[in-house]
């Protein structure tokens, strides 16, 4: 029961952090610290911290089916055709994150995972860091006319950009939407646009970080999973997919009125909290 209760805790963070620019994973890597799963092993944890994820996806799917499936009857062919050609960017700008994420996934798991110290100090700088760079560019960009106001207007080359500052959300503690958003915004493009464009990238980053945890996790490592961890996994997944619903309404409801900036001044807070907690549980 206490599992279950921590993976309905784990799938509200998963659902509310994967889409607000605040580092889903920092808060989930965080809060497991604190009270991580009992009586599983390193790795099915590793595993629930990236599947959780699908419950995610599948919220973004709902939400956004008129506008990503591109074989609607209703549609006519310009528009089946712009359905593609966003489609298009999408996996334009997911290649830099799938090929620099195989490349050093060992590397960032063996040295920033490995310790809980080095990992709550990383996460840390990367919520401060990135914190103030969501101000900086938001109060640069002030008064500025958006050089980008819809999807339809985003280039290729705007969507491989965009997906270079993904790769930085390999990192933990950045966040993929907060580095995709940053990118976007830098770019110029509007607040709705950034925040679209950053949940439909999240499809085929998402899909294949799971798949290839997966795929190591039962074929390479050849390790099996309990009834009851298959459960735990699929009630984190529901309750991420909930949440998830909410949180992106949410977002867009807010980016038409808001900047970005109080999700920055969110981070630096958090990040200097991460300091106090890193400094009393392993220093002091």
């Not at 195989?102 to 401060?128: F, M």
């Not at 770019?187 to 925040?195: G, K, V, Y």
């Amino acid at each position: 029961m206490l599992n279950l209760l921590i993976v309905i805790i784990l799938g509200i963070i998963q659902g509310i952090t994967e889409w607000l620019p605040v580092s889903s994973t920092g808060h989930m890597l965080l809060f497991e610290d604190l009270l991580p799963l009992r009586n599983v092993t390193p790795a099915y944890r590793d595993l629930f911290m990236v599947v959780i994820q699908f419950g995610s996806i599948l919220a973004v799917l709902v939400l956004f089916w008129n506008k990503l499936w591109p074989f609607g009857k209703q549609k006519t062919p310009e528009e089946k055709k712009s359905t593609w050609n966003l489609w298009g960017k999408v996996l334009v700008a997911a290649i830099p994150a799938a090929i620099i994420g195989l490349l050093l996934d060992s590397v960032i798991s063996d040295y920033i995972y490995g310790k809980n110290i080095v990992k709550c100090a990383v996460i840390a700088g990367t919520l401060i860091l990135y914190g103030v760079a969501f101000i900086v560019v938001e109060r640069v960009l002030k008064g500025k006319q958006n050089r980008v106001e819809t999807l339809s207007e985003l280039s290729y080359r705007d969507a491989l950009l965009i997906g270079c500052f993904q790769v930085l959300a390999l990192i933990p503690g950045t966040s993929r939407s907060g580095a995709t958003i940053v990118g976007a915004r830098t770019l110029r493009i509007s607040r709705p646009a950034a925040a679209e464009f950053s949940f439909f990238l999240a499809i085929p980053v998402m899909f294949g970080a799971s798949a290839l945890k997966i795929g190591k996790y039962f074929l390479i490592d050849h390790l099996t999973v309990t009834g009851v961890e298959v459960g735990l996994l699929f009630a984190g997944m529901a309750v991420a997919f909930l949440v998830s619903l909410l949180a992106i309404r949410f977002l867009m409801a807010f980016v038409r009125r808001h900047s970005f900036e109080p999700f920055g001044w969110y981070r630096i807070g958090l990040g200097a909290a991460v300091i106090l907690y890193m400094v009393f549980r392993y220093i002091v």
